[in-house]
């Protein structure tokens, strides 16, 4: 029970101001942005200038490190700090690894179906294949980023050599009558015919997509494997000068105001 439950019920702008102030004072007076991508997420273009974000906030400074209401990062972070403090949906990766780790298929396709959702996880749902995949790109073999990044127009498709029907989740997710989107359809009509084609397909096979409470995973049963399939870089992701350590640098620091 909060301080307020004997008391009358705040309005909604009282209720605003209190989170606001709860949320000023876990940032350590610092000001919190949020990028456009966030808004947009609500529907809204409103944009808020520096100047006049600072004006509502007089005497704080902008946020331009950690955001001290997510959990801390250390200095030298390596996939697994990201799989514990930033991927916000670690079971359905782990169900999915786990799947194909039981149906013995060797370790690409183990660490494939482990990273498979990461865009979604960590980043954003639209073309979450795509931006997976070039998050992951500089530290896998080409065969487990490709598989990550058309995984996502393969499941829209039936693969009966493997029996891998088109999900029940997505018609009742999309309705009976959704059509991917004709890049998608040219996404898979290019893969269909590439040498990693079954690595992507297996991705689909091992997908999970109903949440069982009960599974047991952990994700130390593939600390091994992805000790030998993704090149930690010594100076830890995000400052190890890849083309996607900014990626990592802006999961790692998503509310920095640049
Ligand atoms: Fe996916
Ligand atoms: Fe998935």
């Known amino acids: 029970m909060g301080p307020h439950a004997a008391s009358k019920p705040l309005t909604l702008s009282e209720q605003a101001d209190e989170l606001e102030e709860k949320m000023m004072n876990e940032l350590n007076d610092k000001i919190a942005t949020k990028s456009a991508l966030f808004a947009m997420a609500d529907g809204s273009l409103d944009y808020v200038g520096g100047a006049e974000l600072q004006a509502r906030n007089p005497g704080k400074y902008f946020l331009m490190g950690a955001d001290p209401r997510l959990p801390k990062m250390p200095d030298k972070p390596t996939l697994i700090d990201f799989f514990k403090h930033r991927f916000v949906s670690m079971n359905h990766l782990l169900q999915s690894a786990t799947l194909a780790l039981k149906a013995g298929h060797e370790e690409k396709v183990v660490l494939a179906c482990l990273l498979h959702d990461v865009g979604v996880a960590g980043f954003i749902r639209c073309d979450h294949g795509y931006w997976g995949a070039q998050l992951i790109e500089p530290y896998v073999a080409e065969e487990v980023s490709w598989a990550v990044r058309v995984h996502q127009a393969l499941r829209f498709f039936p ?100």
């Open 159 to 258: 693969d009966e050599s493997v029996g891998y029907k088109y999900p029940d989740m997505y018609r009742k997710y999309f309705g009976p009558d959704y059509q991917p989107e004709p890049y998608i359809v040219e996404e898979y009509k290019r893969a269909r015919s590439h040498k990693y084609y079954m690595t992507a397909r297996l991705i689909c096979v091992n997908d999970i997509y109903s949440f069982d409470p009960d599974a047991k995973v952990n994700l130390d049963d593939f600390v091994d494997i992805i000790g030998r399939n993704f090149k930690q870089p010594k100076e830890g992701l995000g400052f190890d000068n890849t083309p996607s350590s900014h990626m990592w640098r802006t999961l790692m620091w998503p509310t920095r105001f640049l």
